[in-house]
C-alpha cells in the first residue's frame, strides 16, 4: 500500500526500534511507497511512512531491495555529497563513504551481508541515517 511521507522533524529524529518477522508486511508499503515515488526517491526508511522500525529500501537497479534491521559494518572512503529528501525540503551538504558493508534480514528472515559502494552505498547511509533519527 502506497504510504503518505511524513515532514514532521520531531517524528523523523526518534530512533527506530528493531523490526520482528511480524513486520516483514512492512517491505510490501515500503516497496510501493518507493515506486509511486520514482521520479523523486531512491530509497526510503519505515520511519519516513510513519513506522519507527529499522527497515529501510533501496532501489539497486532496476530492483528495490529491503533490509531489516541493517547494521553499518564498514565504511571505507569519505566524500561529501549533496543530498535532499522527500521528507525535507532543499539539499543539505553530508559526509559519506565511497564503500559500505551492512548485515541485515531479507525479506525470508534469513541473515544477509552486502557490499554497496558509490551511489547505492550512499543511498543506504542516508537511510541508515534516519533509523538513528538523523536527518541531513
Known amino acids: 500500500m502506497i504510504r503518505p511521507i511524513v515532514k514532521d522533524p520531531l517524528f523523523l529524529q526518534q530512533i527506530s526500534q528493531p523490526a520482528t518477522q511480524a513486520d516483514l508486511t512492512l517491505a510490501n508499503d515500503l516497496v510501493d511507497t518507493l515506486e509511486a515515488h520514482k521520479d523523486a526517491c531512491v530509497g ?3 520511519n519516513m511512512i510513519g513506522v519507527q522500525k529499522r527497515v529501510i529500501v533501496i532501489r539497486l537497479g532496476l530492483f528495490p531491495l529491503v533490509l531489516f534491521n541493517p547494521v553499518l559494518k564498514d565504511k571505507k572512503g569519505p566524500y561529501q555529497a549533496e543530498e535532499g529528501c522527500l521528507s525535507l525540503a532543499g539539499t543539505r551538504t553530508t559526509t559519506r563513504y565511497r564503500e559500505i558493508v551492512v548485515a541485515y534480514y ?18 543506504c547511509q542516508h537511510e541508515l541515517d534516519h533509523l538513528e533519527g538523523i536527518l541531513i
Open 106 to 123: 531479507d525479506r525470508h528472515w534469513q541473515k544477509q551481508e552486502i557490499t554497496l559502494t558509490d551511489f547505492p552505498a550512499q543511498i
Open 44 to 46: 526510503l526508511a519505515a
